[in-house]
């Protein structure tokens, strides 16, 4: 439900670029990556299951990301979370006094890498089923 509320939080702002743009409206999602901040802290898991989640869930993202969040009792260290919040700030602030060009803008190596993934697979989609969207042109 986390990465579905973001998604379509995402969906939102790029509905918003396309209203506000003439009016001079500038848009930004950011989009970070895990920064050193008490996040992890304050994770909740459900009180119903002891792992915090259903057995179907065994195996899968969820768990690998409630199993790793458990027991953390303070803010990761720098080398197992790479993003500095001041630095990450300092971008955004800058972004948005300054003026930017970009709709989104990405924060740390790793949302990089996922953002190029998720293009990838954009751009497979698109060239596998090219024919099939073009030949429903009249």
């Known amino acids: 439900m ?18 506000v743009e003439t009016l001079g409206i500038k848009v930004l ?16 898991t ?16 969820l768990d690998s990301m409630v199993t790793a969040s458990k027991g953390i009792t303070e803010i990761p260290p720098a080398q197992f979370v790479r993003g500095d919040p001041d630095k990450g700030a300092r971008h955004i ?4 006094v300054e003026g930017h060009d970009y709709l989104r803008m990405i924060l740390g190596g790793d949302c990089v890498e996922a953002l190029e ?4 697979q954009l751009s497979h989609d698109l060239e596998a089923t090219r024919a099939i969207a073009t030949s429903t042109d009249t």
Request: cysteine-free; aromatic content about 12%; hydrophobic content about 40%.
């Open 46 to 61: 459900s009180a119903a299951h002891e792992k915090g989640f259903s057995e179907e869930y065994e195996g899968t993202a």
């Open 117 to 120: 993934q998720k293009i990838g």
């Open 93 to 96: 602030f800058d972004a948005v």
């Open 2 to 19: 986390y990465s579905a509320s973001k998604f379509a939080i995402e969906a939102t702002h790029e509905s918003l670029k396309q209203e």
């Open 29 to 44: 999602i950011v989009e970070p990556d895990a920064f050193r901040t008490n996040f992890s802290l304050r994770l909740v």
